[in-house]
């Protein structure tokens, strides 16, 4: 199993350009999350799902949206970039809606916004 | 509201001491807590959870977690810390109650082992 993988590692926009960030997983996970980190700020829920079809908003959704059409992807789009939103991006599945699992992250995605 | 404090930015300890790294909770019901550790330039990597049962929790690398309810405390502890040990720590907790079983995050906590 690969785990969770996530595209790009690194990425610069330009403030106003848009972008999707890419997750997959292949554990069949049902619960798929993004985070964002900054420095002292632990991380942060940007949105989640609990399943194929099913997202919802986490504790920092504005200027982000979500999809989920299949178990294995879960992309996270910025609408239009801003420099608040520079910052380390994980994505994160869980192997089912039991709150006693074990959540996995995937390696990050480094973005920066100018 | 759920919510973790991780009261030290940064932990420093010399090689072979005891390490410590608090963590304290706040949830409505009974919490679900979790430590994971992140390397440079790595993703958070799960170290050990508590769920129920036991309060003493024996997790990966030799770490363990003691659960305290009273105290609302789910602080890591390792015997004898190793300069591969030097990483940023953070807790979690989820109430098992709360819409969405949400994963809440400390701020982390940088661990840095002197030889």
């Known amino acids: 199993n690969a785990g969770v993988t996530q595209t790009p590692k690194f990425q610069v926009l330009k403030t106003g350009q848009s972008m999707t960030l890419q997750c997959a997983q292949d554990?069949?996970?049902?619960?798929m999350s993004w985070y964002r980190q900054d420095p002292g700020m632990g991380l942060r829920l940007i949105h989640y799902?609990?399943?194929?079809?099913?997202?919802d908003q986490g504790e920092v959704p504005n200027g982000y949206n979500v999809s989920r059409s299949t178990t294995e992807d879960f992309p996270l789009r910025l609408l239009s970039a801003a420099p608040s939103q520079t910052s380390v991006y994980f994505c994160?599945?869980?192997?089912?809606?039991?709150?006693?699992?074990?959540?996995?992250f995937g390696p990050g995605t480094r973005l920066t916004v100018l | 509201a759920q919510s973790v404090a991780q009261p030290e930015d940064q932990v420093n300890v010399a090689e072979g001491n005891p390490l410590t790294v608090k963590c304290t909770y706040s949830?409505?019901?009974?919490?679900?807590l979790f430590w994971y550790v992140q390397y440079p330039n790595r993703g958070l990597q799960f170290l050990l959870k508590?769920?129920?049962?036991?309060?003493l929790v024996k997790g990966s690398y030799g770490f363990e977690a003691e659960f305290n309810k009273s105290q609302t405390s789910f602080h890591l502890k390792k015997p004898s810390a190793l300069v591969s040990d030097s990483a940023l720590y953070f807790c979690?907790?989820?109430?098992?109650?709360?819409?969405?079983?949400?994963?809440?995050f400390g701020g982390g906590t940088r661990v840095l082992v002197k030889p």
């Open positions: 979690a907790v989820r109430d098992p109650k709360a819409a969405g079983n949400k994963l809440t």
């Open positions: 949830v409505s019901g009974n919490p679900y």
């Open positions: 799902s609990v399943g194929a079809g099913i997202t």
């Open positions: 508590y769920i129920t049962g036991d309060n």
């Open positions: 994160a599945s869980r192997g089912d809606r039991e709150s006693t699992d074990t959540q996995y």
């Open positions: 554990m069949n996970h049902e619960y």
